[in-house]
């Protein structure tokens, strides 16, 4: 039974696990999205997460309300090109939290990443929630070697 099995309203069990990025630098911004649908106006789809990479994205800018619920939320960028990628729901309000929700409160515009479906471990199948490893176990969300990185940009 993964940690996701106590946590995850069944319905989102079967959904598949996105890696999304940046679609102006193609730099990793979540490895760990799923498809959602805005529980404030059912007509706009975006990726959620229940957390990002470490060094992938900032908070950027003040926290506002909503224009379809009580939430109050911050915008996200990409820490590499500056795009904004998304938002942060900081404080949900109590209609979003009652609502049948898959308990992410990072968001991402699906008009700002790429998203390409994860495989699992095997590298053979679609990784599903039901699936995913707990963040501390998760090797996608590892702090990337900075070492190589230099090495590459010399």
Request: proline letters at 5%.
């Amino acid at each position: 039974m993964s940690h996701q099995d106590c946590h995850l309203h069944p319905s989102f069990k079967s959904k598949s696990v996105y890696e999304l990025r940046c679609v102006n630098c193609e730099a990793l911004v979540c490895a760990r999205g799923m498809r959602a649908i805005l529980l404030g106006d059912r007509n706009v789809e975006l990726y959620s997460t229940d957390l990002p990479p470490p060094s992938t994205v900032q908070l950027i800018g003040k926290d506002y309300e909503t224009n379809n619920c009580l939430c109050r939320i911050k915008d996200v960028a990409c820490i590499v090109c500056g795009t904004n990628v998304g938002y942060h729901v900081m404080l949900p309000c109590q209609s979003c939290l009652t609502s049948c929700n898959n308990g992410h409160f990072w968001m991402f515009h699906s008009r700002s990443v790429r998203a390409v479906e994860r495989l699992d471990s095997s590298g053979s199948e679609i990784l599903a929630w039901a699936k995913v490893p707990p963040c501390s176990e998760d090797m996608m969300m590892r702090e990337p070697d900075k070492s190589r990185w230099i090495e590459c940009c010399r």
